[in-house]
Protein backbone atom coordinates (compact mmCIF):
# COMPACT_ATOMS: atom_id res chain seq x y z
CA UNK A 1 0.00 0.00 0.00
CA UNK A 2 0.79 3.66 -0.97
CA UNK A 3 0.10 6.73 1.04
CA UNK A 4 -0.26 10.13 -0.43
CA UNK A 5 -0.27 13.52 1.37
CA UNK A 6 -0.83 16.73 -0.55
CA UNK A 7 0.08 20.22 1.08
CA UNK A 8 0.75 24.01 -0.59
CA UNK A 9 -2.11 24.65 -1.60
CA UNK A 10 -3.27 28.18 -0.69
CA UNK A 11 -5.49 31.59 -2.14
CA UNK A 12 -3.19 33.45 -4.13
CA UNK A 13 -3.74 36.40 -6.32
CA UNK A 14 -3.93 35.93 -10.59
CA UNK A 15 0.03 35.92 -11.93
CA UNK A 16 1.16 34.71 -9.09
CA UNK A 17 2.96 31.17 -8.27
CA UNK A 18 2.33 27.93 -6.09
CA UNK A 19 4.30 24.90 -5.48
CA UNK A 20 1.93 21.70 -4.16
CA UNK A 21 3.91 18.80 -2.58
CA UNK A 22 2.91 14.90 -2.67
CA UNK A 23 4.30 12.73 0.05
CA UNK A 24 4.27 9.12 -0.40
CA UNK A 25 4.92 6.28 2.36
CA UNK A 26 4.57 2.76 2.35
CA UNK A 27 5.08 0.77 -0.58
CA UNK A 28 6.64 3.48 -2.72
CA UNK A 29 9.24 1.01 -4.02
CA UNK A 30 6.42 0.17 -6.31
CA UNK A 31 5.25 3.44 -7.82
CA UNK A 32 5.88 3.65 -11.44
CA UNK A 33 4.55 6.81 -12.26
CA UNK A 34 2.45 9.59 -10.29
CA UNK A 35 0.75 12.96 -11.57
CA UNK A 36 -1.70 16.03 -10.50
CA UNK A 37 -5.38 15.87 -10.98
CA UNK A 38 -7.30 18.65 -9.98
CA UNK A 39 -10.90 19.13 -9.80
CA UNK A 40 -13.68 21.63 -9.24
CA UNK A 41 -17.10 21.29 -7.51
CA UNK A 42 -19.88 20.17 -10.28
CA UNK A 43 -17.40 19.44 -13.04
CA UNK A 44 -14.94 16.40 -14.07
CA UNK A 45 -11.79 15.66 -12.78
CA UNK A 46 -8.92 16.80 -15.32
CA UNK A 47 -5.83 15.47 -15.31
CA UNK A 48 -3.24 17.82 -15.25
CA UNK A 49 0.54 16.42 -15.04
CA UNK A 50 1.77 13.35 -14.71
CA UNK A 51 5.58 11.89 -14.72
CA UNK A 52 7.40 8.75 -15.12
CA UNK A 53 9.28 7.08 -12.43
CA UNK A 54 12.50 6.39 -14.97
CA UNK A 55 15.98 7.70 -15.69
CA UNK A 56 14.37 10.00 -18.06
CA UNK A 57 11.31 11.20 -15.88
CA UNK A 58 9.58 11.49 -18.75
CA UNK A 59 6.14 14.08 -18.49
CA UNK A 60 3.27 15.03 -19.81
CA UNK A 61 0.83 18.02 -19.60
CA UNK A 62 -2.63 18.73 -20.57
CA UNK A 63 -3.07 21.99 -22.63
CA UNK A 64 -4.46 24.01 -19.81
CA UNK A 65 -1.31 24.13 -18.16
CA UNK A 66 1.14 23.54 -20.61
CA UNK A 67 4.02 26.37 -20.21
CA UNK A 68 2.95 27.15 -16.85
CA UNK A 69 2.98 24.38 -14.84
CA UNK A 70 6.00 21.85 -14.16
CA UNK A 71 6.17 18.77 -12.32
CA UNK A 72 8.72 17.00 -10.54
CA UNK A 73 10.02 14.07 -8.09
CA UNK A 74 12.73 13.36 -6.09
CA UNK A 75 14.92 10.14 -6.96
CA UNK A 76 13.52 8.82 -4.03
CA UNK A 77 10.11 8.11 -5.15
CA UNK A 78 9.21 9.77 -1.94
CA UNK A 79 8.21 13.11 -2.87
CA UNK A 80 5.96 14.58 -6.14
CA UNK A 81 5.91 18.57 -6.77
CA UNK A 82 4.06 20.71 -9.07
CA UNK A 83 5.44 24.54 -9.31
CA UNK A 84 2.79 26.25 -10.54
CA UNK A 85 3.35 30.09 -12.44
CA UNK A 86 1.16 32.12 -13.89
CA UNK A 87 -1.55 31.03 -12.01
CA UNK A 88 -5.14 31.83 -13.27
CA UNK A 89 -8.75 32.34 -11.35
CA UNK A 90 -9.24 29.20 -13.91
CA UNK A 91 -6.89 26.93 -11.70
CA UNK A 92 -9.11 26.90 -8.91
CA UNK A 93 -9.58 23.38 -7.64
CA UNK A 94 -9.12 20.84 -5.37
CA UNK A 95 -5.29 19.28 -6.24
CA UNK A 96 -4.90 15.68 -6.50
CA UNK A 97 -1.84 13.62 -6.28
CA UNK A 98 -1.95 9.76 -7.78
CA UNK A 99 0.20 7.05 -8.05
CA UNK A 100 0.14 3.78 -9.60
CA UNK A 101 2.33 0.63 -9.93
CA UNK A 102 5.04 0.46 -12.22
CA UNK A 103 3.23 -2.48 -13.95
CA UNK A 104 0.10 -0.74 -14.50
CA UNK A 105 1.28 2.85 -15.41
CA UNK A 106 0.11 2.41 -19.23
CA UNK A 107 0.68 5.90 -21.50
CA UNK A 108 1.26 9.44 -19.92
CA UNK A 109 -0.68 10.36 -22.29
CA UNK A 110 -3.80 8.74 -20.88
CA UNK A 111 -3.32 10.63 -17.36
CA UNK A 112 -4.14 14.35 -19.23
CA UNK A 113 -6.47 13.61 -22.41
CA UNK A 114 -10.02 15.14 -21.36
CA UNK A 115 -12.36 12.68 -20.13
CA UNK A 116 -10.13 9.83 -19.42
CA UNK A 117 -11.32 8.72 -16.19
CA UNK A 118 -8.28 6.61 -15.27
CA UNK A 119 -8.90 4.28 -12.34
CA UNK A 120 -5.43 4.89 -10.51
CA UNK A 121 -4.36 2.44 -7.42
CA UNK A 122 -3.43 5.31 -5.29
CA UNK A 123 -4.78 8.85 -4.48
CA UNK A 124 -4.20 11.75 -2.18
CA UNK A 125 -7.13 13.71 0.18
CA UNK A 126 -6.10 16.91 -2.21
CA UNK A 127 -5.02 20.92 -1.35
CA UNK A 128 -7.46 23.51 -2.10
CA UNK A 129 -5.97 26.38 -4.19
CA UNK A 130 -7.49 29.44 -5.08
CA UNK A 131 -6.78 31.90 -7.39
CA UNK A 132 -8.41 35.75 -7.05
CA UNK A 133 -8.42 38.01 -10.00
Known amino acids: QVQLVESGGESVQAGGSLRLSCVAS????????MGWFRQVPGLEREGIAA?????????KYADSVKGRFTVSRDNAKTTLYLQMDTLKPEDTAMYYC?????????????????????????WGQGTQVTVSS
Open 98 to 122: AAERASACGPLRLWVVPGSNLELSY
Open 26 to 33: GATQDIGC
Open 51 to 59: IYFTTTGTT
